[in-house]
């Protein structure tokens, strides 16, 4: 069963910015968190927030990547900035911490000139 829908992603330059969207039918009572992928690489945590609205980032991200969240809308967003090319990859939303439910198909964000 699908918990999240991520989108949001596309083809940025170096330096521009880009907002991701990650949907759920789970509350976010457990905190939700975004990881990326890219090729050949192991997943990686991006963001995260709590339930109580604590944020924590890499210092890979740190100054760039916003995480926040619409608990109405059991919606949690991703905004970076400030994107590299180092950033291309395919990024997902899940929980915070094991165990995690199943992964979505994620969105694709490139970022090149």
């Known amino acids: 069963q699908v918990q999240f829908v991520e989108s949001g992603g596309g083809l940025v330059q170096p330096g521009g910015s880009l907002r991701l969207s990650c949907v759920g039918i789970?509350?976010?009572?457990?905190?939700r968190a975004w990881y990326r992928q890219a090729p050949g690489k192991q997943r990686e945590l991006v963001a995260s927030?709590?339930?109580?609205?604590?944020?924590n980032y890499p210092d890979s991200v740190k100054g760039r990547f916003t995480i926040s969240r619409d608990n109405e809308q059991n919606t949690v967003y991703l905004q970076m900035n400030s994107l590299k090319s180092e950033d291309t990859a395919v990024y997902y939303c899940?929980?915070?911490?094991?165990?995690?439910?199943?992964w979505g198909q994620g969105t694709q964000v490139t970022v090149s000139s």
């Open positions: 789970r509350s976010m009572f457990s905190g």
């Open positions: 927030i709590d339930s109580r609205g604590t944020t």
């Open positions: 899940n929980l915070p911490a094991v165990p995690y439910v199943a």
